[in-house]
């Protein structure tokens, strides 16, 4: 969305997953973090939080993919 703070507790259903992927001047996301994790089950943190999903998401393709090479 690129506007910081914009998603707040009151805009996640209760005990939703918030993955906030938005990154603003100052390392601020687009979900008010203090707000919305009263109301989320889990929540990415901004910085940090989408970097290490990304990763872990590319090396579960990586490893499909030789599996699929070796017939596995």
Known sequence: MGRPR???EEDIKPGAVAVDAGYNPGSI???DFDSAVERASLIT???GGVG???IAALLEQAV???ARQLGV
């Open 52 to 54: 290490p999903t990304t």
């Open 29 to 31: 996301g687009d979900a």
């Open 6 to 8: 914009l998603t707040r």
């Open 64 to 66: 499909d993919a030789a």
């Open 45 to 47: 943190p901004v910085p």
